[in-house]
């Protein structure tokens, strides 16, 4: 069965910190990981989506890939309390769009 | 990414009926899919609804309870039928778009069975 895991949280960082957001995935055979930013009450909106290893950069954001550790990583930036939100990772095999969903992780950005 | 919009965006309903819900995108996409997000829980893949033909279920889910229909590139529907409590949820149309088969949701539908 495909697991993709992460801690459910909540993460409390200050503003202006950097928030790290982790998720690990069990299928070696996933090829397209993804970051979705859920506010309450509102649907998921995509933030980035990685396939290679390394890091991709996007303004405030950088995703990291380790295939070799199945493990892929948020990071943001001078955290704003507008990033306040629940974090989903979403991994996609084969053809990749098919995901499969993490719990997620609620993010605190703190005055 | 495209404009995707679902009717309704919000509805009690009562145990036993049937609720359709409809999802319109403003471009043709090949790859239309269904998701549901039940109270405090991740995202799970219902179907992906097939333009032309049958919608392929994923593991759990039934056409009988959850009937779809894709008259076309630009619009889907899916039916939650004969409701229980369990079935209170959000329903997510979503569609594959641009680089990297990734995926947009729409705004949702926020279904409380009562």
């Known amino acids: 069965q495909k697991e993709v895991e992460q801690n459910s949280g909540p993460l409390s960082v200050p503003e202006g910190a950097i928030a790290s957001l982790n998720c690990t995935y069990s299928?070696?055979?996933?090829?397209?990981f993804f970051w979705y930013r859920q506010y309450s009450g509102k649907s998921p909106e995509l933030i980035m989506f990685i396939y290679s290893n390394g890091d991709k950069e996007d303004g405030r954001f950088t995703a990291q890939l380790n295939k070799a550790s199945q493990y892929v990583s948020l990071l943001i930036r001078d955290s704003q309390p507008s990033d306040s939100a629940t974090y989903l990772c979403?991994?996609?095999?084969?053809?990749?769009?098919?995901?499969?969903f993490g719990t997620g992780t609620q993010l605190k950005v703190e005055l | 990414s495209a404009v995707i919009s679902q009717k309704p965006s919000r509805d009690i309903c009562q145990r036993g009926t049937s609720l359709t819900i409809q999802c319109q995108v403003d471009?043709?996409?090949?790859?239309m899919f269904w998701y549901r997000q039940q109270p405090g829980q991740s995202l799970t893949l219902i179907a992906t609804?097939?333009?032309?033909?049958?919608?392929?279920?994923e593991s759990g889910f039934v056409i009988d309870k959850f009937p779809i229909s894709r008259p076309n590139l630009t619009f889907s529907t899916l039916t939650v039928s004969n409701m229980s409590p369990e079935d209170s949820s959000i329903y997510l149309c979503?569609?594959?778009?641009?680089?990297?088969?990734?995926?947009?949701f729409g705004e949702g539908s926020w279904l409380t069975v009562v």
């Open positions: 471009s043709q996409v090949t790859m």
């Open positions: 299928d070696r055979g996933s090829q397209s």
């Open positions: 609804a097939n333009q032309g033909s049958e919608a392929t279920y």
């Open positions: 979503s569609v594959e778009q641009g680089a990297g088969n990734t995926i947009y």
């Open positions: 979403a991994v996609g095999t084969g053809g990749g769009n098919k995901l499969t």
